[in-house]
């Protein structure tokens, strides 16, 4: 597994303690910033800013990355009119009720123009444009994979929202199709495995921990998402889950050493809020479908051994169980 992870879909990252916990185990945080914003770096918020000054986050410029992805305008588009005439006539709807999203145009490479023709999309005040709320996840969805994939970055992308991680596990073409596709994915949930701060971190309690911590954080998280891949491939579901309870019962002695590191930091709350982690199988899912289709066609141009077009990973944390009091 890649320890470096790319975040979506806003600029601003969160000040949550789902984010904190992302900051802790990955070796490499980044997002996706227009270079307007490495100019003026005021444009971004407080918390990000300072992620940034204590190098926890990189700031990925589209601008400098797209080109190298051979089709990325042109796989975008064959996705947005793969879907049933019904799904766009009821977006162009939404559309015109105002239920959109803001998009920078550094991130758009021409597509802004194109997704107007279809009614997904009209200019905002300069450099923004709106485009329909359902395309723009998507959209970013499939920006932060396609960057994600170049050797000169590889990146994994994450979210907090499983809204935007759902757009690569489904079908575009129906719901009866979409259902026998997702029924060969394995998800897995994983509880109570990485420990972390209830509170999201400064970003210099941050700096301060993984310079003194990091290496043991690393392994553990490099473990964890073996045993993920392992256990997602137990198709007995008995069985799955009394491996689930041995590894979690064999990780006690390595979870209490990161949570005593923690408290002794003087992390108050440091607790075992789950963490929820998506392995999206695609090997052996034939036609690959939907938005993760479009991603391997954005590179089919040129070849990129050192990329599995047909495996992506992504997690998430649920944001309702991290906000809850430590016990």
């Not at 990355?65 to 009119?81: A, E, G, V, W």
Request: hydrophobic letters at 40%; charged letters at 30%; one cysteine or more.
């Amino acid at each position: 597994m890649r320890n470096k992870v790319l975040y979506f879909p806003y600029i601003n990252v969160p000040n949550s303690s789902w984010f904190t916990r992302i900051l802790l185990y990955w070796d490499e945080v980044g997002a996706i910033v227009p270079y307007e914003f490495i100019e003026v770096p005021e444009k971004l918020d407080e918390h990000t800013r300072s992620l940034v000054q204590e190098c926890l986050v990189k700031q990925v410029l589209p601008q400098e990355h797209i080109y190298n992805i051979p089709s990325f305008r042109d796989s975008f588009l064959k996705y947005i009119n793969s879907l049933k005439n019904k799904v766009i006539k009821r977006r162009r709807m939404s559309f015109r009720k105002v239920q959109n999203s803001k998009i920078h145009i550094e991130k758009m490479d021409g597509l802004e123009y194109e997704l107007k023709d279809i009614g997904l999309a009209k200019e905002g005040d300069y450099p923004w444009w709106f485009i329909e709320e359902n395309t723009a996840w998507e959209f970013m969805a499939y920006l932060a994979a396609t960057l994600g994939k170049l050797p000169d970055l590889q990146l994994d992308p994450i979210s907090d929202d499983i809204r935007h991680l759902q757009n690569f596990l489904y079908s575009s073409r129906s719901e009866k199709l979409a259902h026998k596709k997702i029924s060969n994915l394995r998800l897995e949930i994983l509880e109570d495995i990485f420990p972390s701060p209830q509170k999201p971190l400064k970003a210099f309690e941050i700096s301060i921990f993984k310079e003194k911590h990091g290496d043991k954080l690393k392994a553990f998280r490099n473990r964890v998402e073996k045993e993920i891949i392992d256990i997602a491939d137990i198709e007995n579901k008995e069985l799955r889950k009394r491996r689930l309870a041995l590894f979690k019962d064999e990780s006690r002695d390595a979870i209490k050493e990161i949570i005593d590191a923690m408290k002794s930091s003087g992390f108050k709350g440091s607790t075992l809020s789950k963490f929820g982690s998506i392995i999206s199988s695609i090997p052996g899912v034939s036609p690959i479908f939907g938005l993760a289709k479009a991603v391997c066609d954005a590179f089919k141009k040129q070849n990129f051994q050192t990329i599995d077009p047909c495996f992506i990973y992504a997690a998430y944390a649920q944001k309702e169980i991290l906000s809850q009091d430590a016990t």
